[in-house]
Nanobody
């Protein structure tokens, strides 16, 4: 079992930045591939970005590529999401997710075993 807790959400103006963090506990955090998903009001949850267990590979949705950066610190059991040049369409609840499997499909939420409770990000225009 892995417990995930997100933090760092808030209200920011368009063009601004936020940094989200996800703290993991329970099993060995470094064994898990990690991802961020988000869900906007009235929409389905969508993939944002993922990082492999070692941090050696990262994957991004086209909508955030070049603006968002995922990173991890296995010594601190954390994964972070640096979000720059935020847009109103980035407004959503952001969820941290974890999985052990190394299936090379990163954007399907059904492949992730553990989820955090989410943190709200609101970008005003």
């Amino acid at each position: 079992q892995v417990q995930l807790v997100e933090s760092g959400g808030g209200l920011v103006q368009a063009g601004g930045s936020l940094r989200l963090s996800c703290a993991g506990s329970g099993r060995v955090f470094s064994n898990y591939n990690m991802a961020w998903f988000r869900q906007a009001p009235g929409k389905e949850r969508e993939f944002v970005t993922a990082i492999t267990w070692s941090g050696g590979s990262t994957y991004y949705a086209d909508s955030v590529k070049g603006r968002f950066t995922i990173s991890r610190d296995n010594a601190k059991n954390t994964v972070s999401l640096q979000m720059n040049s935020l847009k109103p369409e980035d407004t959503a609840v952001y969820y941290c997710a974890a999985r052990r499997s190394y299936i090379t499909i990163w954007n399907q939420e059904g492949l992730y075993n553990y989820w955090g409770q989410g943190t709200q990000v609101t970008v005003s225009s």
